[in-house]
């Protein structure tokens, strides 16, 4: 087939980036990269409006034909460059509804979307950017230090936050439907409406939001719970429901969460997405990506705190797969998708404490004493 006729445009999702001496383009529609050789930068320049594959070869007049054309085959496999011989992707269409959140939080979405696999792993030296053990607290010198008085907990609400721990281990009995229902209710469910613009209302939960948008939906995956079939749900936060999505197992989780063994056996996993579009409608700049993030750290220590006061063993961890959750969920990615994942199951017999996998010492209840190395 002779393509030379086909049109081209340079795709609106790049951006390039010099690492060390190396010049890349990326696209954070595909997450595809290209070296951005002197050739791949001139055709993409060249390919600012539709332009027939012919075209760009001539005017690269000092490449050969056949290196164009196979440079146009890669730009165009990976989406790098449009054609007008193909239809336009949805992810495409999705990511242009992004407008002026792009490119900036477009591109933060797609490189941080997923984790590396095999998380836990030890990081090889050249990943490392701190090169010592940076202090875990910051302390001024010679400043005036002024103490306050001790701690007096009311017993209720400071009981519930020195209980919670991050949790890696479970018991044996499944979860309640009134303990799921609880967690579910008290984090996610809307308390009131607040009226923002004529006839628009947004909700009003037990976490703050910025600007009330709760672009955070929580999905379901019930592996244990008493009363209610293992599966996929949707929960409705105004009416306190659940939608069925379909079956789950356990064996989802480790897609969801490779390699992070310690969290693959919780009586129920929640994915935390976003809905971008309700921050996008009122936030136009990338700015409020951080807000999703934010909102989401918000919903799962309310979440923490009512699985403590329930006497559960919570977890989070954002060493999701985004890509396997939304493949499960049959979500686009761009337009919802997925941020923070919780997990909670009952506690394990005979433990108050469930410590990271690499840290067998229960931890010190004494302030440790500051190292010299500390500034
Ligand atoms: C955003 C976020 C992501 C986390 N991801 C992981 C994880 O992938 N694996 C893990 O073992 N713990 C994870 N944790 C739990 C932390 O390791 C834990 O909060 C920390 O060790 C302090 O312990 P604590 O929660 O018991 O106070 C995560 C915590 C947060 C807030």
Redesign the pocket.
């Known amino acids: 087939v002779d393509r030379r006729d086909v049109g081209v445009r340079r795709s609106p999702f790049l951006v390039t980036y010099w690492t060390g001496d190396e010049h890349r383009v990326y696209s954070f529609c595909n997450r595809t990269e290209h070296r951005c050789t002197p050739l791949v930068f001139t055709i993409l320049e060249s390919a600012a409006k539709w332009r027939s594959r012919a075209e760009i070869a001539q005017s690269v007049s000092d490449s050969d034909a056949e290196s164009v054309y196979a440079v146009l085959d890669g730009l165009e496999r990976d989406g790098l460059l449009e054609s007008n011989d193909r239809p336009t992707g949805e992810a495409e269409r999705a990511l242009a509804k992004w407008e002026s959140w792009n490119p900036a939080a477009g591109f933060f979405h797609a490189v941080t979307r997923t984790?590396p696999i095999g998380?836990?792993a030890p990081r090889p030296k050249s990943l490392v950017v701190a090169k010592s053990f940076p202090s875990p607290v910051k302390a001024y010198e010679g400043r005036t230090r002024i103490e306050l008085p001790a701690l007096e907990g009311d017993g209720t609400l400071d009981d519930v936050l020195h209980e919670?721990?991050?949790w890696?281990e479970f018991g044996e009995r499944n979860l309640t439907l009134v303990e799921l229902t609880t967690l579910l209710g008290e984090t996610f469910a809307v308390q009131k409406w607040m009226e923002v613009e004529d006839g628009d209302w947004v909700a009003l939960k037990t976490s703050p939001s910025g600007g009330a948008r709760h672009s955070i939906e929580a999905y379901v995956f019930a592996f244990g719970v008493d009363g209610l079939d293992g599966g996929t749900y949707h929960y409705n936060p105004d009416t306190h429901s659940l939608t069925s999505l379909g079956s789950a197992t356990r064996h989802l989780l480790a897609e969801f969460?490779p390699g992070?063994e310690?969290?693959h056996g919780p009586a129920v996993f929640i994915a935390l997405t976003s809905v971008f579009a309700r921050m996008q409608y009122k936030y136009p700049l990338p700015h409020a990506y951080r807000v999703v993030l934010l909102d989401a750290?918000h919903l799962?220590q309310t979440f923490a705190l009512v699985a403590t006061a329930l006497g559960l063993a919570p977890?989070?961890?954002?060493?999701i797969d985004a890509d396997a959750i939304e493949r499960h969920l049959e979500l686009d990615g761009i337009s919802e998708s997925a941020i923070?994942g919780l997990g909670v199951g009952t506690r394990p017999a005979g433990k108050d404490w469930s410590p990271?996998?690499d840290h067998s010492a229960p931890p010190a209840t004494r302030p440790p004493k500051r190292s010299s190395r500390a500034r």
């Open positions: 984790a998380g836990e919670r721990r991050t890696r969460i992070r310690a969290f750290g799962s977890f989070c961890t954002a060493a923070l990271m996998h």
